[in-house]
């Protein structure tokens, strides 16, 4: 947790965005895995902890956007709260610790939202939270856009103390991938790589930012069955990143080869990956679009492409057909903060675009996350990949798709390549940008 004073100005700005009405920020709840007292690990809700702080369930925020005034509601621990979880704060203990003032229980909470004439209220991206929702905001009410965007607004821009504890996610993320890489062994099962990143990222306080992608089909692109046994030479693809006990998430992927130098077409291929990602982040400043740097980065692949005699014709029109989606049908990368994608909950084209960029409709570019113009401050993540989908290749084939673009018959000595990614994320800077955990 940061000192009270972060919070406290937090809430001041967001209140600040809006001109009245009642801001309401819930807490998540536990969620049972079968009965109460057996939960799922309690995450909390990320808008929440940015202005309230408090890593707790069942808490409630209000923030009253004329007067500025932030209130904390949430029920006391009963004696056998105590009995079975050891001793608890109490409320007015935790609402000092984030320089808020107690409001009262839940139930006050929910009085208090129904006589409100206004209440500016986020997207609900879980069952219970509409639940809180439903008792005390009218049917016909509707998650608040302009909270939405006052929140963005606050969340995109990362002050020097989250930066810190960014590159403290991304260290914690590093060692979980060189101990990953050094206990990964010919004979071996995904599953027991995997143990090792997790186990790191709990040891470290935290735990994993998001499940582990540990995989030798690394072509899949969040494969997350960790089945296979390794084989000597398996290019193995990790995408793991560790959440720290303030909150924050390293997203990072390394692949390698199995107990083994890779091979020559695997160097070649990671060879492409690693230049479109080092170009890439050579780019980063503020005021370009990320978008632009997608396509930066899918004219690289697709040079390098060209040069394995993969591809062919013109980069510029087979990246403007999007012929290079068939290797690489995902973005260059997203917002990372509190969330690995950061804000997600709030709405992907709100976060990632604006008037003036627009998302594709594009097969593969659609997914990219964030077009818009980079600002200093934002976090970001820059993940440039290559893949061999047999699915893929083979519909496209049928169809005749870019065969202007693509030689599909050189694709057969590829079929069960895998995939590679490389993944950092870095901070956008006043010149340029820093890549994150280098300090
Ligand atoms: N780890 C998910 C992603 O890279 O977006
Ligand atoms: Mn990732
Ligand atoms: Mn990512």
């Known amino acids: 947790m940061f000192p009270a004073p972060t919070y406290t100005q937090r809430r001041k700005q967001l209140a600040d965005r809006l001109p009245t009405g009642l801001i309401l920020l819930p807490g998540n709840g536990e969620a049972p895995m079968n009965y109460r007292g057996n939960a799922y690990p309690f995450r909390q809700d990320s808008t929440f902890r940015y202005f309230a702080g408090l890593n707790r369930p069942d808490l409630l925020l209000t923030i009253d956007a004329e007067t500025g005034e932030g209130l904390l509601y949430g029920d006391e621990a009963t004696l056998d709260d105590t009995i079975w979880m050891g001793e608890q704060p109490s409320l007015a203990e935790l609402a000092q610790q984030v320089g808020l003032t107690v409001g009262g229980s839940r139930n006050e909470a929910f009085g208090a939202v129904a006589m409100a004439e206004v209440v500016h209220y986020l997207p609900l991206y879980r069952e219970e939270r509409r639940r809180v929702l439903r008792r005390c905001v009218n049917h016909s009410a509707r998650p608040s856009e302009e909270l939405i965007r006052a929140v963005i607004s606050l969340r995109s821009y990362k002050s020097a103390e989250e930066i810190a504890e960014m590159d403290r996610a991304v260290q914690i993320s590093m060692e979980m991938h060189r101990a990953a890489r050094a206990g990964a062994k010919p004979g071996m099962r995904e599953a027991e790589v995997a143990g090792i990143l997790e186990g790191l990222a709990i040891g ?128 260059l990368g997203h917002m990372i903060g509190l969330d690995v994608h950061d804000m997600e909950d709030l709405g992907e084209d709100l976060v990632g675009y604006d008037a003036e960029f627009r998302r594709s409709e594009q097969f593969g570019t659609r997914n990219l996350r964030l077009g818009r113009r980079l600002e200093e401050g934002f976090t970001i993540t820059v993940e440039p990949g290559i893949y061999f989908i047999p699915i893929l290749t083979d519909r496209w084939r049928a169809e005749g798709m870019h065969t202007e673009f693509i030689d599909y018959d050189a694709l057969a000595a590829y079929r069960d390549f895998g995939g590679i990614r490389l993944e950092d994320n870095v901070v956008v800077t006043a010149d340029n940008c820093r890549t994150l955990g280098s300090v």
């Open 204 to 331: 470290a306080g935290g735990r994993l930012a998001y499940s582990a992608i540990v995989s030798r089909d690394g072509h899949i692109l969040h494969n997350h069955a960790h089945g296979n046994v390794l084989r000597q030479g398996d290019l193995l693809l990790i995408d793991a990143g560790a959440e720290t006990d303030t909150g924050y998430a390293g997203d990072i992927t390394r692949t390698f080869a199995v107990g083994a130098e890779m091979t020559e077409q695997q160097r070649a291929v990671y060879d492409i990956v690693a230049e479109a990602k080092r170009r890439v982040i050579e780019e980063i400043k503020p005021g370009v679009p990320y978008r632009e740097l997608h396509d930066l980065s899918a004219r690289i692949i697709t040079d390098g492409l060209k040069d394995l005699g993969l591809m062919k014709g013109s980069t510029e029109d087979a990246v403007a057909a999007g012929a290079h989606a068939l290797f690489y049908p995902h973005g």
